[in-house]
Structures are given as C-alpha cells and as structure tokens.
C-alpha cells in the first residue's frame, strides 16, 4: 500500500515563530493545569511565571482555565481565584 509523505507547511521565518511561541504556551498551560488539579499551585504559579512577560499572557490564561476545567475537573471557580492571586503576586512585585 502506497502511503503519501508527510510534508510540513509551509511557513515564512515569522510565522514558524508564532506558531512555536503557541506550541510552548500550550504546553506551559496544560503543565500548569495539571500542577494545579495535584494541588502544586506554587509551582503551577512559578512555571506560568516565568513566562509571564510574554505577549500570549491572556492566550496562556484562556488555555491554562480550558485545560484545568476540561481535562482535569478543577472548579471554575477556583482556576479563577488561582489566576486572580497570580494577578496580586505580580502586582505586589
């Protein structure tokens, strides 16, 4: 049986870039939601610190609350108040 090449896509420089910043956000994101549903929340907070400079901060949240509610049943709320004592961390730095 004859099975075709996979091929990546074709990316300019700029786009490669962008789609590998994703790739690591979503990977920073579903770390972190399965730190948290293990109860590790200082070091799910400490791995999203370290990239918080980053311009997909919002995206990282957005993904980091999809993970944690979906795939491992946290309450909404406590993502929420998770994400909100991240914001007073930072803010107080």
Known sequence: MYENQVRGAKMSDQERSQFVQKAK???????AAQLLSLGETSKAA???GEDNASAGNEQLKMWLRHYAT???KI?????????????LANVAL
């Open 46 to 48: 400490t791995l999203i």
């Open 25 to 31: 956000l979503d990977r920073i994101a579903y770390e």
């Open 70 to 72: 979906t795939r491992f």
């Open 75 to 87: 309450a909404s709320r406590a993502v929420d108040d998770f994400l909100s004592g991240m914001l």
